[in-house]
Nanobody
Framework: QVQLVESGGGSVEAGGSLTLSCTGS????????MGWYRQVPGKQRELLSG???????SYAESIKGRFTVSRDNGANTLYLQMNNLKIEDTAKYFC???????????WGQGTQVTVSS
């Protein structure tokens, strides 16, 4: 059974920091690219980052310079370090793994991040 288990979400004041983690099991973690997404009600899902199986990460402009992705293949874990959080960062955050022909195959359950003033 493939699982992506996310943790680290919660409530934080604007300007604060959170680190999300996503731990995979049931597949060969090191063989798969991974991504972070977020979504708010009534809006399209937003791709935040993509990390290739080779370790190269690209970032969306909205988070560039504030969020950092790291990948620990030994721990089967992908991290999203979020700094200088803004109210507009409030969303449900998802990790995903292993791109197929029409998108990522595996998805986490999502974790809510709420940023308050």
């Amino acid at each position: 059974q493939v699982q992506l288990v996310e943790s680290g979400g919660g409530s934080v004041e604007a300007g604060g920091s959170l680190t999300l983690s996503c731990t995979g099991s049931g597949y060969m973690f090191s063989d798969c690219g991974m991504g972070w997404y977020r979504q708010v009600p009534g809006k399209q899902r937003e791709l935040l980052s993509g990390t290739s199986s080779g370790g190269t990460t690209s970032y969306a402009e909205s988070i560039k310079g504030r969020f950092t992705v790291s990948r620990d293949n030994g721990a089967n874990t992908l991290y999203l370090q979020m700094n200088n959080l803004k109210i507009e960062d409030t969303a449900k955050y998802f990790c995903a793994a292993c791109r197929g022909n029409s998108g990522y195959i595996h998805w986490g359950q999502g974790t809510q991040v709420t940023v308050s003033s």
